[in-house]
């Protein structure tokens, strides 16, 4: 079955970019997604098919998608950025898979 | 506004059922791909199952946890989803998501979610 790894923390400092890695298998070869989950809240959709934003979304958000690893960067990271982001891939095998997710902290 | 609104969760013993539900509002519910994803205290995402558009065959995808056990459906003249969950187990205990599916060529994701219903599975 196809597997996701994600670093369980980062730190930034604020006003700093953070970058949390999604790690796979010829992940390049795969469409990534990224949530946003603040605590007590759903999950919020932030990057699709690897580096488009929905609507809504901060510029500051971006995504890049290569080999055997997906990353998402936040640029000019603010106290608002706290939260746990999860990636999401599409497996033929496997089908959806989440990563374990990535705690932010913005120091 | 895309609203997704999930009712039905509370506490069950090991063993029981419960069923979800999820009201939709502000899209063609009809047409949309529709999923559970649920959540386990202090865990991560897990995506339950889906169930397409009855234009698309209407059919259902489970994952493997659940599978034989947990039954999606859907009331298209409600704009309502659903999940029947049997023979609960204790490690079924979350908070339990429905969203809106994006699908293509080598693509899925959840472009919507609701606020997440808690099912708590304890004797």
């Known amino acids: 079955s196809y597997e996701l790894t994600q670093p369980l923390s980062v730190s930034v400092a604020l006003g700093q970019t953070a970058r949390i890695t999604c790690g796979g298998n010829n992940i390049g070869s795969k469409n990534v997604h990224w949530y ?12 699709y098919r690897d580096s488009n934003r929905p609507s809504g979304i901060p510029e500051r958000f971006s995504g890049s998608n290569s080999g055997n690893t997906a990353t998402l960067t936040i640029s000019r990271a603010q106290a608002g950025d706290e939260a746990d982001y999860y990636c999401q891939v599409w497996d033929s095998s496997t089908d959806v898979v989440f990563g374990g997710g990535t ?3 913005v120091l | 506004e895309v609203q997704l609104v999930e009712s ?9 059922s419960l069923r979800l539900s999820c009201a939709a509002s502000g899209f063609t519910f009809s047409n949309a791909w529709m999923s559970w994803v649920r959540q386990a205290p202090g865990k991560g995402l897990e995506w339950v199952g ?15 946890p659940v599978k ?24 079924d205990t979350a908070v339990y998501y429905c969203t809106t599916d994006v699908v293509g060529a080598g693509v899925y994701y959840f472009d919507y979610w609701g606020q997440g219903t808690l099912v708590t599975v304890s004797s």
């Open chain 2, 68 to 91: 034989g056990r947990f039954t999606i459906s859907r009331d298209d003249s409600k704009n309502t989803l659903y999940l029947q969950m049997n023979s609960l187990k204790t490690e």
């Open chain 1, 36 to 47: 946003q989950q603040k605590p007590g809240q759903a999950p919020v959709l932030v990057i």
């Open chain 2, 50 to 64: 889906r169930i397409k558009s009855k234009t698309d065959g209407g059919t259902t995808d489970y994952a493997a």
């Open chain 1, 103 to 105: 705690k932010l902290t």
């Open chain 2, 8 to 16: 039905g969760g509370g506490l069950v013993k090991p063993g029981g």
